[in-house]
């Protein structure tokens, strides 16, 4: 199993471009969510999914969007990067319907200038 | 609004010492406490948890000591290694309040000297 797989692992964007960061899973979970890591913040949750085709905000949702259309698959999405923007995500798993035991994957670190 | 306070931010502690870390919360309905621990360059990784039923929680030389009176929450590494230095998250979670969501402290970056 490659358990939780995050492409880029690096991304510089412009102000007002958008693009989508992706997140794959191997392991057959629910629940899957995405995280953004500030120094001095702790991690912070931004969305998260308890299935296909469910989604929901967490702490920090605004200027992402997310979609569940598989089981495998929980793409983030920016839709106009702002330099607030600029942090390392982090896409994360679970066996649960919530989020125990979640298995993280390697990380985006992602510059907006 | 943060519910869950970490302190130290940093910690220096000699090989074969006691590392402590210490986590606060406010919301009474958390129910489910998890330590995760990150190298740098890496996801974090669940280290330990613990649910409000008990009081500590050991695997091998960690182990979380939970006071629910207090709101209060700890990890100890017993015979601290240099393997050891990494940053450490406390973490909370409701199933009541807050459904399917963790709620992570500040962090703390622990160095182990040799």
């Known amino acids: 199993n490659a358990g939780v797989t995050q492409t880029p692992k690096f991304q510089v964007l412009k102000t007002g471009q958008s693009m989508t960061l992706q997140c794959a899973q191997d392991?057959?979970?629910?629940?899957m969510s995405w995280y953004r890591q500030d120094p001095g913040m702790g991690l912070r949750l931004i969305h998260y999914?308890?299935?296909?085709?469910?989604?929901d905000q967490g702490e920090v949702p605004n200027g992402y969007n997310v979609s569940r259309s598989t089981t495998e698959d929980f793409p983030l999405r920016l839709l106009s990067a702002a330099p607030s923007q600029t942090s390392v995500y982090f896409c994360a798993s679970s066996p649960w319907t919530g989020p125990y035991e979640q298995y993280f994957g390697p990380g985006t670190r992602l510059t907006v200038t | 609004q943060q519910q869950v306070k970490q302190s130290p931010q940093s910690l220096i502690v000699q090989k074969g010492g006691i590392s402590i870390i210490n986590c606060a919360y406010e919301?009474?309905?958390?129910?489910?406490f998890p330590w995760y621990q990150q190298f740098p360059g890496k996801g974090p990784a669940l280290l330990i948890a613990?649910?409000?039923?008990?009081s500590e929680k050991k695997e091998g030389r960690f182990t979380i000591s939970f006071n629910k009176s207090a709101k209060q929450f700890s990890l100890h590494i017993m015979d601290s290694q240099p393997g050891d230095s990494a940053t450490y998250f406390c973490?909370?979670?409701?199933?009541?309040?807050?459904?399917?969501?963790?709620?992570f402290g500040e962090g703390t970056q622990l160095t182990v000297n040799p």
């Open positions: 973490a909370a979670s409701s199933q009541e309040t807050s459904g399917s969501r963790l709620t």
């Open positions: 919301n009474t309905a958390f129910d489910y």
């Open positions: 999914s308890v299935g296909a085709g469910i989604t």
């Open positions: 613990i649910r409000p039923d008990v």
């Open positions: 392991m057959n979970h629910e629940y």
